[in-house]
């Protein structure tokens, strides 16, 4: 779908604050955030992702609002301890004067 494409955010979960390498802009799992903890979070250079892949991505239209589910697998390193994620999210986007914004994201990690 031409103006949406999936964003690269750094707000993957990550271990709760009881793991051995918490970084102060972690995320923790289970937890809502605003925008300022979220744009926070994007500015942790101690979260390095390296591999990020997404499959099953579906995206479905209503006018000016799109839903995108997808899985996702996410390798790499926070704090130096090396991480692999897998989880499902979906993207709430709308259509604004021509221009795609994501309102609102939701991540689950699948065990």
């Given at each position: ?17 009881s793991s051995p390498t918490p970084s102060s802009a972690s995320i ?84």
């Amino acid at each position: 779908m031409p103006g949406i494409k999936r964003k690269f955010t750094t707000t993957q979960p990550r271990p709760p604050p009881s793991s051995p390498t918490p970084s102060s802009a972690s995320i923790i799992i289970g937890a809502i955030q605003n925008k300022s903890q979220y744009l926070a979070g994007l500015k942790d250079l101690s979260f390095k992702p390296e591999e990020i892949a997404n499959s099953e991505t579906s995206v479905y239209l209503y006018g000016d609002v799109a839903i995108v589910t997808s899985v996702y697998r996410t390798k790499g390193t926070d704090g130096g301890k090396l991480f692999i994620h897998h989880g499902r999210f979906t993207d709430t986007w709308i259509r604004r004067n021509g221009e795609w914004k994501c309102v609102a994201d939701q991540e689950t990690l699948i065990h």
